[in-house]
């Protein structure tokens, strides 16, 4: 997960880095291609803009693409890693002067992730790093202080190509102090034809690559409630998860809603530890 979540650090790079190759008041589409290249460069996978870009520098710093997409290296999917309607940034002006970039509000519109894994189980989010690209200014830095999802959307792929999973209607806020974390989310996302309460969080990595993962998703009106709490490992090779699942469960035929002046409705309390890969 977090080696996914660098491509809004290597975005946020490229468009920085671009504004000092390129003269002010021009047509930023006409410089499409300079975007694509070094964010290209900067994440090792192919970046394409479909769509317009809109940038202004004054007062605030501010930049739009439309129909951002970010390669799959594996192809098996025939979708791409990431791609998004359109991506939308406005950076802090103290934070660069600082040689830190800081995006104090970054807004994406239907941003879909295609996860997927090959017959040795490694997955499509490994092996994406950041490497310096050319351009002459490359911050030290890269904060997400406020990433609005609208519509977003998650699909999981096993080796033959086959959905086994899909999470959509992601609508919330990530955050994330730095490209390494520790990342955060607190939102709504919907599968198994409900809307559920989610929220999870990670550390900064270790020196093996191992972070720690938190997650509870609670079901829409209904006192269901999981809960995730453990590590995870090898993220770049064949990730592992170790840790703890807990669920509170609806007894079923019993009343979502509390009646008034009665106990709440009985539960089912599970708990389990767990390890995934």
């Given at each position: 997960m977090n080696n996914g979540l660098l491509f809004l650090g290597g975005l946020l790079v490229a468009i920085f880095a671009a504004l000092f190759a390129v003269p002010n008041f021009i047509d930023w589409n006409s410089y499409r291609g300079v975007f694509e290249e070094e964010a290209s460069k900067l994440l090792s996978r192919d970046v394409r803009v479909g769509g317009n870009v809109n940038l202004k520098i004054l007062p605030v710093p501010y930049v739009r693409f439309e129909k951002v997409r970010i390669a799959s290296v594996s192809g098996q999917t025939g979708q791409p890693f990431i791609r998004?309607?359109?991506?939308?940034?406005?950076?802090s002006v103290p934070a660069m002067l600082r040689g830190v970039l800081e995006a104090s509000q970054i807004e994406l519109e239907k941003p879909v992730l295609s996860l997927s894994v090959d017959d040795q189980g490694v997955g499509n989010w490994s092996k994406i790093e950041?490497?310096?690209?050319d351009l002459p200014f490359v911050p030290r830095d890269v904060a997400l202080k406020s990433v609005q999802i609208t519509d977003g959307a998650v699909s999981i792929y096993n080796a033959a190509s086959a959905q086994i999973a899909?999470?959509?209607?992601?609508n919330g806020v990530f955050s994330a102090d730095g490209i390494r974390g520790p990342f955060r989310f607190n939102g709504l996302a919907s599968w198994a034809e409900a809307v559920h309460d989610v929220k999870f969080?990670?550390?900064?990595?270790a020196s093996d690559g191992?972070?720690?993962?938190k997650l509870a998703a609670r079901t829409d009106r209904s006192p269901n409630v999981l809960t995730l709490d453990g590590r995870v490992f090898n993220v770049n090779e064949k990730a592992t998860f170790k840790g703890r699942w807990t669920g509170k469960f609806q007894v079923p035929g019993s009343p979502t809603v509390?009646?008034?002046?009665?106990?709440?409705?009985?539960?089912?309390?599970?708990?389990?530890?767990?390890?995934?890969?």
């Open positions: 998004a309607d359109s991506f939308t940034m406005w950076l950041l490497r310096a690209g899909a999470v959509d209607g992601i969080a990670t550390d900064v990595p191992a972070f720690a993962l509390e009646p008034k002046g009665k106990a709440p409705p009985p539960l089912i309390d599970l708990r389990s530890d767990v390890t995934a890969d």
